[in-house]
């Protein structure tokens, strides 16, 4: 009987803290730009949601030859006025070849974290080199790994941030500083953009909004727009989009959800593997803006959860369950009941 790997949200954030979050993060920093240069390789689809007054159910599937990996995931903004979280998430590794699962483990935690490292491949490739002040517009849930993700790949010195949360921005003032980030809180989102050379948008307000305008955006700035993933949910003044760089993760699923739902897909220069892989080019200039759509896709979670499932069988984590029947002969089910 194969056993399966389970893993539970404790077990996420301690092998994550044995490894060390800087190595651990680079990691799958690393795991993820090898999922975008491998892109020809994988099965890609958009994910598959289905809307509610309150919220979202998403699932998201993807695969190479080896791994078939989905993930369940929610997101309900009015969640955490019930002591909830907004995003909530489960996460299935598979072997291909023979269908069974290997493991099951938790993926709220791995969310927040593949976002990040999501976020840090595209400024990797998109941000100026020399950007030294990433913002963040929203302290939610997942702003710290966001901000801590892009500290790894540019030489960042200090995170200036605002939410219309005032204890949102305290936790994440802490957060930040124990990270190793220098933490200014801003006035507002305004503030916010026009000292960022790195700018994150991580809102959770429904509704076609316009938390960045055109005329806050330092001349060169890279913008990781978050918050926009759902039909009728955006962040960004559609104009920055006409102005600037705009690299999506997968067009099909980005023009549904991200940003560029307002704007049309011809304003859209590349999907992230392109970049990834070098058919196209980066920044090319210092003063260009660039802005990264994104929206999460099921390639970033197969790299996380592949990603897990190695360090877990690495270090031991978790434990190896009889999840699945094993009956005498593979053709007699019916002999469990007997």
Not at 4 to 28: H, N, P, Q, W, Y
Not at 39 to 47: A, H, I, Q, S, T
Not at 118 to 126: E, R, S, W, Y
Not at 153 to 180: I, Q, S, T
Request: aromatic share 8%; charged share 25%.
């Amino acid at each position: 009987m194969k056993k399966v790997k389970l893993l539970t949200a404790i077990d996420v954030a301690r092998m994550a803290k044995e490894v060390g979050l800087s190595r651990f993060i680079d990691g799958l920093i690393a795991k993820v730009e090898e999922a975008f240069r491998r892109w020809g390789e994988l099965k890609v689809v958009p994910r598959v949601s289905f809307g509610y007054p309150w919220g979202v159910m998403e699932a998201m599937p993807a695969s190479d030859s080896k791994f078939y990996a989905v993930k369940i995931v929610n997101g309900h903004p009015g969640n955490p006025s019930r002591n909830l979280l907004t995003v909530a998430a489960l996460g299935i590794l598979a072997d291909a070849e023979t269908g069974y699962p290997l493991m099951i483990a938790d993926a709220t935690l791995l969310t927040a974290f593949r976002t990040g490292a999501a976020c840090a491949v595209a400024t990797k490739h998109l941000a100026r080199k020399d950007s030294r002040v990433v913002g963040i517009i929203g302290t939610g849930a997942q702003s710290e790994f966001l901000c801590y993700a892009v500290s790894r790949v540019v030489p960042v010195e200090e995170a200036v941030f605002y939410d219309v949360d005032p204890l949102a921005m305290r936790k994440f003032e802490e957060n930040a500083w124990a990270l190793g980030l220098r933490a200014r809180a801003a006035c507002c989102g305004r503030e916010v953009a026009e000292k960022a050379d790195v700018l994150i948008t991580a809102t959770a307000g429904k509704g076609r909004q316009k938390v960045v305008e055109k005329g806050w955006l330092k001349p060169g700035a890279h913008v990781n727009a978050i918050g926009g993933d759902a039909p009728g949910k955006t962040e960004l003044d559609p104009q920055i989009l006409f102005g600037a760089k705009v690299v999506v993760e997968l067009l099909e699923q980005a023009q549904v959800e991200g940003e560029v739902q307002n704007v049309g897909r011809n304003a859209v220069y590349a999907e992230l593997w392109e970049i990834v892989s070098g058919l196209k080019p980066g920044r090319v200039s210092e003063s260009e803006l660039t802005v990264f759509d994104s929206v999460g896709i099921a390639v970033e979670d197969w790299a996380a959860l592949t990603y897990l499932y190695e360090l877990a069988w690495e270090r031991g984590a978790g434990l190896e369950v009889d999840l699945l029947p094993s009956p005498p002969h593979p053709k007699n089910l019916f002999a469990l009941l007997r």
